[in-house]
């Protein structure tokens, strides 16, 4: 699914309430730094663009919407960066975060802001400063060992292995939240499978370093790109969730 707007919504996230989307990456197209089996966006077309929405065009976008939604009254929880592809690949996004937090104040002073990022793109500084201004900087870790990652997340950046993004995690100092997608299954005639005990082992221990306020753990959702993969039931991630908890961090299932 691939959205064809810069602001869309709210949506009701099972997540994060009622929240209203922005999609910073071209309409109707999916630009990401990943390639993930599981991605509910399809394949990545590319992995950057010189296309992207203006500061302002999304600027004004926003306001426009939070206008409409104060004048009818309607709910919001939450402003989610998410839609096509990797937000943080914005050649604007530090500013963009600051116009959004100006203009939430503005019209929704309690809604929180939060951001879903695959986690590839801190070593720009101006991203990891600015996903240390939103409220969930919710950042993905799918996997314990570096081929596992690779076979999941097909990153298009060599410089990014699962290390290499575990340590820019931990420099948030704990002020973030994990989410990891649990699925096995095979693609390109490779398995592929991150709920086994050694990998579950790997992770948590990745984990255990970040030391994040909160990790949230999922099952697939949606139809997937690669066709050989599978749900994962709700009783394997409690018992994921349980080691996370014996570590003092906080979890949450969204199956
Ligand atoms: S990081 Fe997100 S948008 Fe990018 S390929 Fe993976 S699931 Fe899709």
């Known amino acids: 699914m691939l959205f064809d707007k810069t602001v869309f ?3 009701r996230s099972r997540r994060f309430g009622a929240s209203l989307g922005m999609n910073l990456i071209p309409a109707a197209k999916k630009i990401c730094t990943f390639d993930c089996v599981y ?45 096509n592809g990797e937000p943080t690949l ?13 203009l939430r104040n503005q019209f929704f002073p309690n809604a929180a802001i939060t951001v879903l990022s695959n986690s590839t793109m801190l070593d720009k500084e101006s991203v990891f400063e600015a ?15 570096e081929i596992m990652y690779r076979r999941i997340n097909r990153c298009y950046i060599k410089k990014q292995t699962l290390e290499h993004i575990t340590e820019n995690l931990m420099r948030f100092e704990g002020n973030l939240i994990v989410q990891t997608l649990f699925l096995r299954g095979s693609y390109d005639r490779e398995k592929i499978d991150n709920t086994t005990k050694e990998e579950v082992n790997a992770w948590a221990e990745r984990i255990q370093r970040i030391a994040p ?13 690669a066709e050989d993969l599978e749900y994962t039931p709700k009783t ?3 018992k994921i969730a349980q080691k996370i908890e014996a570590l003092g961090i906080k979890t949450a299932i969204y199956d």
Request: glycine fraction near 4%.
């Open 131 to 145: 996903l240390k201004r939103v409220d969930n900087n919710t950042m993905k870790l799918d996997a314990g060992t």
């Open 39 to 83: 991605c509910e966006c399809g394949w990545t077309d590319k992995p950057e663009s010189d296309s992207f929405p203006t500061r302002k065009d999304v600027r004004e976008a926003l306001e426009t919407k939070l206008h409409e939604m104060l004048q009818r009254d309607e709910k919001m929880d939450t402003i989610t960066f998410a839609g």
């Open 90 to 102: 914005h050649p604007d996004f530090s500013e963009i975060i600051d116009d959004t937090i100006t």
């Open 9 to 11: 919504g709210p949506i």
């Open 236 to 238: 394997e991630l409690e």
């Open 213 to 225: 306020r909160k990790v949230l753990l999922y099952p697939i959702d949606r139809a997937t790109p």
